[in-house]
């Protein structure tokens, strides 16, 4: 592909960003910042997104929706910097693997990382629409002379005009962690169907299976690969208000439901190569 095929250009508070298109006419917006994904919308149903009006665009800033990139730490479950740097740095726009529909990002360790994560490696993201599914893939090759273990994370903000009104199905009999409870206080899901009438905060383990998002507007077939575990979070309407990016009333205006590696840390030998997917599909 020639850079002319998938242009870069200048968005929110001037930030690079670049825009994909596919002949159906959904469409796709990806920031370099974070390599972050900030729009995905369906001719069939609008904006699957959530993307807050107070988010922050800028250098080293995480921006609040869409879906951030989290590696090499998910949360507070290591000793760096909580969700990792890779969601709060530049990464480069490969164009010759990306095209209309798709895009493919890369960054690679530097002075930069090195301080954060002292270990050498090589990362690349491929962001791809076609009519009515978003597929994402994260690949983590490790370039150190030693192993390397680190967790990660799609983290997908869903858009719904009202997340208590809808349920997300495909968690029964999970094993699950409620964020607040110590670590080995495990519950199992019971029901098919998870709805959330507040806050939530949740991990559930070994989630391998398909899961479907259903609300008010639209249904959403979540599938995963590489990634065991779920992460279902909403900051709810008390703890909104403690995240200066994100307005008071914006809680119900999303769920994020995140493909991720929370209780077991990847580990990869020197030239190995790890492999991440999450896809969302509308369907009936």
């Given at each position: ?144 002379d030693q192993p390397i273990h680190f967790t990660s994370a799609l983290h997908t903000y869903l858009a719904s005009s ?56 639209r249904a959403l077939a979540i599938t995963a690969k590489g990634f065991k575990d779920v992460v279902v979070w909403n ?50």
């Amino acid at each position: 592909m020639s850079s002319a095929a998938l242009p870069i250009l200048t968005g929110q508070s001037h930030q690079p960003f670049v825009q994909l298109i596919h002949p159906c006419g959904d469409s796709a917006e990806i920031y370099l910042q974070g390599a972050h994904l900030t729009s995905w919308r369906c001719v069939q149903n609008g904006e699957q997104l959530f993307l807050s009006r107070q988010a922050v665009f800028g250098e080293g800033k995480a921006i609040r929706g869409g879906v951030p990139v989290i590696f090499p730490q998910f949360g507070a479950f290591g000793p760096g910097a909580k969700h990792g740097f890779a969601r709060n740095i530049l990464w480069q726009l490969d164009v010759q693997a990306s095209g209309a529909s798709c895009a493919e990002f890369t960054l690679g360790s530097n002075a930069q990382t090195l301080a954060a994560w002292a270990f050498n490696f090589a990362a690349r993201y491929r962001v791809e629409i076609a009519p009515g599914v978003l597929t994402l893939q994260l690949q983590i090759k490790n370039t150190a002379d030693q192993p390397i273990h680190f967790t990660s994370a799609l983290h997908t903000y869903l858009a719904s005009s009202d997340y208590r009104q809808g349920t997300l199905s495909g968690l029964a009999e999970l094993e699950y962690w409620d964020n607040g409870t110590p670590w080995d206080q495990r519950k199992i899901q019971t029901d098919n169907e998870l709805t959330i009438a507040d806050a939530l905060d949740r991990v559930y383990f070994h989630a391998l299976q398909p899961l479907l998002w259903r609300d008010q507007t639209r249904a959403l077939a979540i599938t995963a690969k590489g990634f065991k575990d779920v992460v279902v979070w909403n900051p709810g309407y008390t703890g909104v208000t403690s995240l200066p990016d994100m307005a008071d009333d914006e809680f119900q205006n999303m769920l994020c439901v995140e493909a991720a590696n929370v209780a077991e840390p990847i580990e990869l030998l020197p030239g190995d190569t790890w492999q991440g997917s999450q896809q969302l599909a509308l369907t009936d």
